[in-house]
Each structure stands twice: as structure tokens, then as C-alpha cells.
């Protein structure tokens, strides 16, 4: 190989940050060229103003920098024209149609709903962290904030107010924080703008464009973040994602656990399955190291005997119990999952332990069409 096309070799290895992929297969790699000890790189972006121009351009340099014999390097960045947007919208893809859902029943990616009866839970900064400490374990995570009155994803995993989606054409590229590739409605809205007043047929279409016109690649977990109770979004996921897993939290109180059976009841209704239960706000421990229940207890056990009494259905199992924990609420506020920011916090333990056991117990292949092509 000549000098140049170890550059070339190099800097095709780079990832685009956004479509987590190699730039050299993304056809982004222009003409590069070797004067002495300087390499001269042109590279092009997908769209004018990309969010992730700076840092592709910063890992371009300095991938053709680590080359040996390479002591200066000058990038040429350009844009990509319309019918090359086009042809990468189609490669992505993959010969699937335009906004074709890629969750359906034959998809390899391992949908799980994250649900509550009542709101106050907990449940969003739950599904935060779990989406982080999958991420961790080196599984490919996306999210979904559902929840369109009550988003609050964005903030609990620290993306900048504005942040949106990149468009190619007609894909949108969610953005990622903490390798957690995330889409909300909060993302969308006008500054100043901070509610949401929608009925059925807008959430319904709300939910269904996130699903279909978001470019989240190969997930091997996506998780959505459902609003509390059992209205129209439930209604409308149940319909798209009939084949979808549910996890059910509820906080130990009574008041809350008797609410979180019924989510259960009505996802089943929609054929989706109740893979366990996750105790919130369980008991803290004092100082002294008496514990104190200050939400009651035993609620996340009574959920899950209460959907395990189904004589049809799968024994439900209580995953998880996560102690009441100041330093999750702070993680949430500030917008440092916990799992990150604090690992031997007893409520990020405990949620690390949740993620394990969900990735361990995955969802079976039987009965499912692989997609496999013979040479």
C-alpha cells in the first residue's frame, strides 16, 4: 500500500458519531493525496450545518495524523449533493420501504416498554438509567420518550435544551447521549413552547413517526418510556407493537401498585407480555442502618403475584426493588444518570443489576424468520 492509502485506510475507519457507522462506508471519503509528509484529506457531511461536523473533522485529522510518515494533515470538508443524501438514505435502509416500521415481530432488536399506572413513579428516571447501564454492557440501545405530555427524557439524560434530530431527506437521526440513541417530543417543540395539548389522532401519529421516520440503524434493545396509565398512546404502541416485552414499576404503596396491574392487564390485552415488576422508592437506609419504609413496602411483590394469578399467562417475577436514593433524584435534576456518574450508589447498583438481568434473559429467536442470504 502506498502512503495515501494508508490515510485512506485510516480515516474510512473513523465513525460517524450520529449513524454510528465507518464514514469510508458511508461514502463520505473524497479524494486524498500525499505531498512528502503532509496529507491532504477531503471528507463530506451528510448535510450543511451538521451537528457532528466539528468532532468528525477533529477524528479525520487525527486518524490520518497517526499514519507513520504523516507529520501534517489539512481536511477539506464539503457536502454531500442530493442524489449522493439520496443514495445513503437508501443504503441505510437496506431495501426496506420509506417509513416502514423496522420494530415489527421478524426484527432481531428487543422492544420493551416501560409502563406505570400512575405517574410520580419514577419511571422515567428508571428507563433513563436502564437505557445507560445497557449502553454499558455493550449492547446497542435506543429510546423512546412516549410519555408526549409528560417528557422528560431529554433532561434526565442531559441533552442540551434545542438539541434535535439531524435530517437526511426524509430520516431523521436521533440524537445520542451516552451511547443511548433517544427521540422525545421535547425535541421538537419551538423555544418557549413547553406543553403539549394533543388528543388520539395526534398522539396516535406522534408515536407512529417516531417509530417509522427515525433512523435509529441496528438496535439490539429499544426501549420506550410510556406515559402513565392506560389511554391512547398505550392503545396506539399496543396496536404498532403487539409483539413488544413490558416492564411494569410501581412504588411499594398501595396506591400506586393497585393502579400498576392494570397497565399490565391491558398490555397483555394487546398480546405484549409482562416480563416483571420494578419496586421504585423502596426502603432507605439511615445512617444508623435501620431502614425506613417510608413508602410502605411489599407493593411490587403484590403487582407481580396479582399478574402471575393469570392461569394463561407467564409467571410474572418482582426484577428488581430500587432503594429510595438522593443521589438518583440529583442524577435526574442535573441530568448525570446515576449509573454513570455514582456506580456504587445503592440505586444505581441495584438498576446495573436489573440491566444484567435483562440482558441475560433475552428475547427467544423460535418461531422467527432470521434474515439470512445464501452466497
Known sequence: MTLADRVRTAVAAVSDPELRRPIGDLDMVRDITVEGETARVGIVLTIVGCPAAARIERDVHDAAASVAGIAQV??????????????LTEKLREGRPARQ????????????????????????????????????????VGLVDADVHGFSIPGLLGIAPGTQPTRIDDLMLPPVAHDVKTVS????????????????????????????????GDLDVLLIDMPPGTGDVAISIGQLLPHAEVLVVTTPQPAASDV????????????????GVVENMSGFTLPDGTVLDLFGAGGGAQVAAALSADADAAEVPLLASIPLSPTLRHGG?????????????????????????????????AGRPLPLTLN
Open 260 to 275: 400498576a396491574i392494570r397497565s399490565g392487564l391491558v398490555a397483555r390485552q394487546t398480546g405484549q407480555r409482562v416480563i
Open 74 to 87: 489539512t481536511v477539506e470538508v464539503g457536502v454531500m449533493t442530493s442524489d449522493e443524501r439520496r443514495a
Open 185 to 216: 417530543i421535547g425535541m421538537f417543540l419551538r423555544e418557549g413552547e413547553g406543553a403539549v395539548a394533543w388528543r388520539g389522532p395526534m398522539l396516535h401519529r406522534t408515536v407512529q413517526q417516531f417509530l417509522t421516520d427515525v433512523f435509529f
Open 101 to 140: 416500521m423496522p420494530f415489527g415481530p421478524d426484527s432481531l432488536t428487543r422492544v420493551i416498554l416501560v409502563s406505570s399506572g400512575k405517574g410520580g413513579v419514577g419511571k422515567s428516571t428508571l428507563t433513563a438509567n436502564l437505557a445507560v447501564s445497557l449502553a454499558r454492557q455493550g449492547l446497542r
Open 333 to 365: 435534576d442535573v441530568g448525570v444518570p446515576v449509573v454513570l456518574d455514582q456506580p456504587d450508589d445503592v440505586a444505581a447498583q441495584a438498576i446495573s443489576a436489573l440491566a444484567r438481568d435483562i440482558a441475560r434473559n433475552g428475547r427467544g429467536l
